[in-house]
T-cell receptor
Framework: KNEVEQSPQNLTAQEGEFITINCSYS?????LHWLQQHPGGGIVSLFM???GKKKHGRLIATINIQEKHSSLHITASHPRDSAVYIC???????????FGKGTLLTVNP | EPEVTQTPSHQVTQMGQEVILRCVPI?????FYWYRQILGQKVEFLVS????????KSEIFDDQFSVERPDGSNFTLKIRSTKLEDSAMYFC?????????FGPGTRLTVL
């Protein structure tokens, strides 16, 4: 079983829609990362959170440590939000990241 | 804003050749990582590096792989004798406290 599971794998939305991407993990963690990977391949860190909720612009990330679940929400989605969104958790004293498979989001105009 | 850089952006090589992928981490960071992503698959951890030595490596990181910090700024990943299955995107990351900053990646194609 993967330590980090994301759903859905693929998501297509119309511009303006509210988007939710889910991440569940099976291990004890201190924090969780949400990352964005654009078609060119580069990875950008969006959020690191260990409890509650964080907001940055139209992006909101929440985490429930007890339920081992996190969500990434995008409000008023836009075609430029089209990317792969990846959930990752740090493991061990070296803080290496274990990644989910990613959610491919396509926002159509 | 400081960023992690990687060169080259794309490397094409013949099977059996040696390749060196280069990374310049953010200057005051102390923890460095290499990850790889085979096309269509998830990102996987290869190796972490701290205090001029490997702190952890995955089972992927066999004797064909090595890392080095030759001059205090560059951080390199060497693959001695490339195989077709080494074709992937290789990401370098550096860490300050609890956030990892990723480079743009090097796409390695082994023919």
């Amino acid at each position: 079983k993967n330590e980090v599971e994301q759903s859905p794998q693929n998501l297509t939305a119309q511009e303006g829609e509210f988007i939710t991407i889910n991440c569940s993990y099976s291990v004890g963690i201190s924090a969780l990362h949400w990352l964005q990977q654009h078609p060119g391949g580069g990875i950008v860190s969006l959020f690191m959170l260990s409890s509650g909720k964080k907001k940055h612009g139209r992006l909101i990330a929440t985490i429930n440590i007890q339920e081992k679940h996190s969500s990434l929400h995008i409000t008023a989605s836009h075609p430029r939000d089209s990317a792969v969104y990846i959930c990752a958790v740090p493991r061990g004293s070296n803080y290496k990241l274990t990644f989910g498979k990613g959610t491919l989001l396509t926002v159509n105009p | 804003e400081p960023e992690v850089t990687q060169t080259p952006s794309h490397q094409v090589t013949q099977m059996g050749q040696e390749v060196i992928l280069r990374c310049v981490p953010i200057s005051n960071h102390l923890y460095f990582y290499w990850y790889r992503q085979i096309l269509g698959q998830k990102v996987e951890f290869l190796v972490s590096f701290y205090n001029n030595e490997i702190s952890e490596k995955s089972e992927i990181f066999d004797d064909q792989f090595s890392v080095e910090r030759p001059d205090g700024s560059n951080f390199t990943l060497k693959i001695r004798s490339t195989k077709l299955e080494d074709s992937a995107m290789y990401f370098c990351a550096s860490r300050e406290i609890d956030t990892q900053y990723f480079g743009p990646g090097t796409r390695l194609t082994v023919l």
